[in-house]
């Protein structure tokens, strides 16, 4: 717990070790069964982030009877059921309590070889850096809440949150990486941060190389922000420097925090080309080579 991973590992013979996390929300998004689906791939992702498998997950619903109709709940669970059906993934119970507020998610348990367990920690100086989903979704998201964008914009993050880490997380099992999480509630920098917090080496960003939606630009340069982007950034003020001539919305969306985001891969830098080739091939089309890990300045994020 003190390495802040992504899922709990725990092992049971030599050869293999279960994985377990948890996950839910409130919606992000308005229609309910997009909603099952995105909560259900984000929750998924932890077990993704680590190398493992997810074999099993239990439903968690909190759910307000007297105000929304049960048309709404059973929507939700289906988006659920049907993003664990691609993922192989059995769902096997449940718990539901009534609440003022709508929350849903799963508990995932999967499996992995204790030997192949993927942690945040273990970057290499020389390592690129791959991230595997474009950035945004927090700005959007906030922006979805005000109706301040169009059908499309809608559409294009829920494919995006909805979809599995599984063929990022697939691929960079076979490669064999140094490290990697999922991009989450402290946006790309924040989680770049704490994957170098406590090591003897430094990050680079490319922000040119960055991939995120095009709304997001727009709507950060309007101010519509998250609360959460503001924290994130302030949190890591200590580590982080951003050069001077990155535009200022670009700053904004690498803090934005992010539901059921990409994978973000520290892999050696001779496999990172092979890596991302296949991952384009695979349709992880949106995949980027996004910075790297440096020897100096040690414990630092220089965005550039
Ligand atoms: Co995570
Ligand atoms: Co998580």
């Known amino acids: 717990m003190e390495r802040a991973e992504d899922a709990g590992v725990y092992k049971l013979t030599d050869d293999i070790a279960i994985v377990q996390t948890l996950d839910f929300f409130t919606p992000i998004v308005d229609d309910p069964y997009a909603f099952g689906q995105i909560a259900a791939a984000n929750a998924l992702s932890d077990v993704y982030a680590m190398g493992g498998k997810p074999l099993t997950a239990m439903n968690i619903v909190c759910f307000p ?7 709404i709940l059973k929507d939700i669970l289906v988006g659920g059921l049907d993003k664990m059906h691609e993922a192989g993934v059995i769902l096997i119970g449940g718990h539901s309590v009534e609440d003022d507020e709508l929350k849903y998610g799963l508990s995932v348990t999967g499996t992995i070889h204790p030997a192949k367990v993927v942690f ?4 290499r100086a020389g390592d690129w850096l791959i991230l595997t989903k474009p950035l945004g979704t927090g700005i959007i998201s906030t922006a979805i809440k005000g109706a301040l964008v169009g059908e499309e914009a809608v559409t ?18 076979a490669t064999g990486v140094n490290a990697c999480t999922d991009i ?28 995120f939606f095009p709304e997001a630009k727009e709507l950060a ?23 001077q001539d990155v535009p200022q919305y670009l700053a904004d969306i690498l803090f934005d925090p ?23 091939q695979a349709g992880v089309s949106e995949a980027a080579i996004i910075g790297e890990v440096v020897v100096k300045p040690k414990g630092r994020v220089i965005v550039r």
């Not at 924040?190 to 190389?209: K, R, T, W």
């Open 258 to 280: 992010q539901t059921s985001g990409g994978l973000l891969i520290s892999v050696p830098k001779r496999e990172a080309t092979e890596l991302l080739d296949r991952m384009h």
């Open 156 to 173: 294009r993050i829920t494919k995006s949150m909805s979809t599995l880490n599984r063929g990022a997380s697939e691929l960079m099992q």
């Open 120 to 123: 945040n920690t273990g970057v």
């Open 221 to 243: 340069e309007m101010g519509i922000l998250p609360g959460g982007l503001h924290r994130n950034r302030e949190f890591r003020t200590g580590m982080v420097e951003v050069a």
């Open 184 to 211: 989450t509630g402290f946006g790309l920098l924040g989680h770049v941060a704490e994957m170098i917090e406590g090591s003897g080496v430094g990050m680079i960003i490319d922000s040119a190389a960055v991939p």
């Open 65 to 71: 009877q007297k105000t929304l109709a049960m048309s």
